[in-house]
């Protein structure tokens, strides 16, 4: 009796176990309860692909002609989902090496995953995506991959002011700074310019940051400066002097013996001299005179000389009779 038998299509993902071979008598019929016997085989394989499933020792008896047609065991991708993980780096530091894991499915006869992840380009402070790269896990398997994310932090640094110093009335020298903590990479330099306090007085400034920046890639702490400005020194002279005695002393009168006065600055106050009207020597002192705060004021006295007065006495002619006494 003649029957067709034809082995079902069946199909399975890969690692997994192969389902029971079964199969349908496509053409023909078995008679008188008799059944079929032995079992079907399919093409040796594990990897992702068609295997023949072929007839084995499946059988009918000698009372049959027994056709069979091939049936298909396909093996589909296992699937995975592979994630990136995330990490950070400050800027100019090396990247971290890129990890991953498997978040969903597994996989199976001790396979790996091969090659590396990637990330998008780039050095400036951000969030970069962390991309599957190489990664594979071969044709057995079909890889879901969930990007990471490479955040770039500012790079910290300290810059500190120089402190600074000038006389009153000079110029300002140039500010300067220092990088006390941390470091410039990439060949990246300050930009901008400091400033310090307004005022032109004897005293101390705050040197600021004024405009200085190392750029969006770095977290700047600016530690202030000192500018002192110092009194500039000015000596000052007592002229001498000289009166008669009785007259009215002259005007006290100095000369600037050293240094200079600054911008427009003017002396005020007057000189005062030592008490005495008698003839002799009476120092010229300071007195009031002031340059102001801005000056370290050297005096140095003078003397006015009081002078004996010129006088002419004459004396009367006078007479007297002899034997009288002298008037």
Do not use: C
Not at 149 to 163: G, M, Q
Not at 189 to 213: K, N, P
Not at 234 to 245: C, G, H, K, Q, W
């Amino acid at each position: 009796r003649a029957i067709t038998v034809t082995a079902d299509d069946l199909s399975r993902i890969y690692g997994d176990g192969d389902p029971a071979l079964t199969h349908q008598i496509t053409s023909g019929s078995l008679a008188f309860g008799d059944t079929l016997a032995g079992a079907l085989t399919r093409d040796a394989g594990e990897n992702v692909g068609a295997y023949a499933i072929t007839q084995g020792t499946l059988g009918a008896s000698a009372n049959y002609t027994l056709t069979f047609v091939d049936g298909t065991l396909t093996i589909t991708p296992r699937a995975i989902t592979v994630t990136a993980d995330d990490f950070s780096k400050i800027y100019g530091d090396a990247d971290p090496g890129f990890t991953h894991a498997v978040t969903s499915g597994n996989l199976v006869f001790g396979d790996a995953l091969a090659g590396a992840l990637t990330r998008d380009a780039g050095e400036d402070v951000g969030a970069y995506a962390i991309t599957q790269g190489t990664l594979s896990a071969g044709a057995n398997y079909a890889v879901t991959f969930v990007d990471g994310t490479l955040t770039i932090t500012p790079r910290a640094i300290t810059v500190t002011a120089d402190d600074l110093s000038r006389v009153y009335g000079a110029a300002d020298p140039a500010l300067t700074h220092q990088i006390t903590a941390g470091n410039l990479v990439f060949g990246d330099t300050l930009s901008g310019a400091l400033a310090r306090d307004a005022g032109e007085d004897v005293g101390a400034y705050a040197i600021t940051q004024g405009t200085l920046s190392a750029g969006g890639n770095y977290t700047l702490t600016f530690e202030d400066g000192v500018l002192s400005i110092t009194p500039f020194g000015l000596v000052i002279t007592a002229d001498d002097l000289m009166r008669i005695y009785g007259d009215a002393d002259p005007a006290l009168t100095y000369q600037i013996t050293g240094g200079a006065l600054q911008g427009g600055d003017s002396i005020s106050g007057a000189l005062t001299r030592v008490a005495g009207e008698n003839a002799g020597v009476y120092a010229i002192t300071q007195g009031t005179l002031t340059a102001g705060a801005n000056y370290t004021l050297t005096f140095i006295d003078g003397a006015l000389t009081i002078a004996p007065r010129a006088i002419t006495v004459t004396a009367d002619d006078l007479a007297r009779i002899y034997g009288e006494a002298d008037p």
